[in-house]
């Protein structure tokens, strides 16, 4: 029989932290260690997936929810790695006033419609606005990315407050970003995770450090794909002990 995939949804609340890089990394990444990897673009507000990765599919998860294509019709596999996408609608912003039928219809796809992955990387969009938070309590695992920058600190408080209202038992764990130094990260993780074990009563798991680099803007400047274009480097390295730690 085959096994229902693992719905990974990476949430922030602070716009601009790396959500769509580190879902697009992260999906290259655990596909590197043999998992089928789908990445789902659901920021309804500006999808940028494929931006970031210089591509123009034909289909996208409009195209879905307006009926023109099933899903696995509107899903492309990158051309040079071993992942495949889920465009949203780039750019428009015509996701974000989806009528209450299709934002139901849009939430259940990663689960209904993604038979035969392993993982499925669900990219939102900034804030904790209801569609954001109806997928991140609908994931397996939330990753929670913060940065040291005190009002990311704050968001990412929220976010995990929020989850821990929809999902009292949910998996929800940390990612720490664009720190100079592992240990500064870890100060990052520590400081939230007090304030969630004080306030909330429960102590979120660290999934990772990645550190600031150089060669994250470059890649995404060249639209190619981190390891593919820099496969060692500071980045990247902290970005496969991640996904080490999530295929484990
Ligand atoms: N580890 C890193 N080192 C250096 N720069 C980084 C790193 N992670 C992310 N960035 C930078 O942060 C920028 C924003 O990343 P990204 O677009 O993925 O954020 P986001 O959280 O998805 O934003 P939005 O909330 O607008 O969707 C990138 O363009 C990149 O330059
Ligand atoms: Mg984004």
Same mark, same amino acid.
């Given at each position: 029989?085959?096994?229902?995939?693992?719905?990974?949804?990476?949430?922030?609340?602070?716009?601009?932290?790396?959500?769509?890089?580190?879902?697009? %990394?992260?999906?290259?990444?655990?596909?590197?260690?043999?998992?089928?990897?789908?990445?789902?673009?659901?920021?309804?507000? $500006?999808?940028?997936?494929?931006?970031?990765?210089?591509? /123009?599919?034909?289909?996208?998860?409009?195209?879905?929810?307006?009926?023109?294509?099933?899903?696995?019709?509107?899903?492309?596999?990158?051309?040079?790695?071993?992942?495949?996408? $889920?465009?949203?609608?780039?750019? %428009?912003?015509? /996701?974000?006033?989806?009528?209450?039928?299709?934002?139901?219809?849009? =939430?259940? /796809?990663?689960?209904?419609?993604?038979?035969?992955?392993?993982?499925? =990387?669900?990219? $939102?969009?900034?804030?904790?606005?209801?569609?954001?938070?109806? /997928?991140?309590?609908?994931?397996?695992?939330?990753?929670?990315?913060?940065?040291?920058?005190?009002?990311?600190?704050?968001?990412?408080?929220?976010?995990?407050?929020?989850?821990?209202?929809?999902?009292?038992?949910?998996?929800?764990? #940390?990612?720490?970003?664009?720190?100079?130094?592992?240990?500064?990260?870890?100060?990052?993780?520590?400081?939230?995770?007090?304030?969630?074990?004080?306030?909330?009563?429960?102590?979120?798991? $660290?999934?990772?450090?990645?550190?600031?680099?150089?060669?994250?803007?470059?890649?995404?400047?060249?639209?190619?794909?981190?390891? %593919?274009?820099?496969?060692?480097?500071?980045?990247?390295?902290?970005?496969? #002990?991640?996904?080490?730690?999530?295929?484990?």
């Amino acid at each position: 029989m085959p096994r229902d995939p693992r719905l990974i949804a990476i949430a922030s609340g602070k716009g601009g932290v790396g959500k769509t890089w580190l879902a697009i %990394t992260l999906a290259d990444a655990l596909s590197r260690l043999g998992r089928r990897v789908l990445l789902f673009d659901a920021d309804f507000g $500006l999808a940028n997936i494929d931006v970031q990765l210089g591509l /123009m599919p034909a289909f996208d998860l409009g195209s879905v929810l307006d009926g023109s294509v099933s899903l696995a019709g509107a899903v492309v596999r990158h051309p040079d790695c071993q992942f495949d996408i $889920l465009a949203g609608r780039s750019g %428009t912003g015509a /996701m974000a006033d989806l009528d209450p039928a299709q934002l139901e219809a849009a =939430l259940a /796809m990663p689960r209904c419609g993604s038979a035969g992955y392993d993982d499925v =990387l669900i990219d $939102l969009g900034a804030g904790v606005e209801r569609a954001v938070r109806r /997928m991140a309590s609908l994931s397996d695992i939330l990753l929670v990315l913060a940065t040291e920058e005190p009002t990311s600190l704050t968001d990412a408080y929220a976010v995990l407050k929020l989850h821990r209202l929809d999902r009292p038992l949910g998996d929800a764990r #940390v990612v720490v970003n664009m720190v100079s130094t592992q240990a500064a990260g870890e100060r990052t993780y520590f400081t939230l995770r007090r304030a969630c074990s004080t306030f909330l009563r429960f102590e979120p798991r $660290l999934a990772g450090i990645v550190r600031r680099d150089d060669k994250v803007r470059d890649a995404i400047r060249r639209q190619v794909p981190l390891l %593919t274009r820099h496969p060692v480097c500071q980045a990247s390295g902290d970005i496969e #002990v991640v996904a080490q730690g999530l295929a484990g």
